[in-house]
């Protein structure tokens, strides 16, 4: 997350058949109009934060699933157990001293 930016909400699913990699989830972010920070992936599930009006017309239109499986050229069927996420905020904490040089 980045600092002074608001809370993000979108969906996750599993996606089966094909190991998704970085020009994957580009084509994806392209496909919804969202930014490619805005699409990731962890152990086989997809999560897509809904961040731009084209995704949110997509989402309304109960077509989520159908642009993925366009952008990732895989069956609409291979897209399973879609749920709804809010993004958990990870605050990132460190000592400045662990970065001084020591000369």
Do not use: W
């Not at 969906?11 to 109009?33: I, T, Y």
């Not at 699933?65 to 050229?73: R, T």
């Amino acid at each position: 997350m980045y600092p002074g930016s608001k809370i993000r909400t979108g969906f996750s699913m599993k996606v089966h058949g094909v190991q998704l990699n970085r020009p994957d989830l580009h084509n994806v972010a392209a496909e919804l109009g969202i930014a490619t920070r805005d699409v990731l992936t962890q152990d086989g599930i997809l999560t897509i934060y809904n961040t731009s009006k084209v995704c949110q017309e997509i989402i309304d239109d109960n077509n989520l699933a159908s642009f993925i499986s366009m952008a990732l050229d895989i069956s609409a069927e291979d897209i399973t157990d879609i749920k709804e996420v809010i993004e958990i905020p990870v605050k990132i904490e460190f000592d400045p001293s662990e970065f001084e040089d020591d000369e």
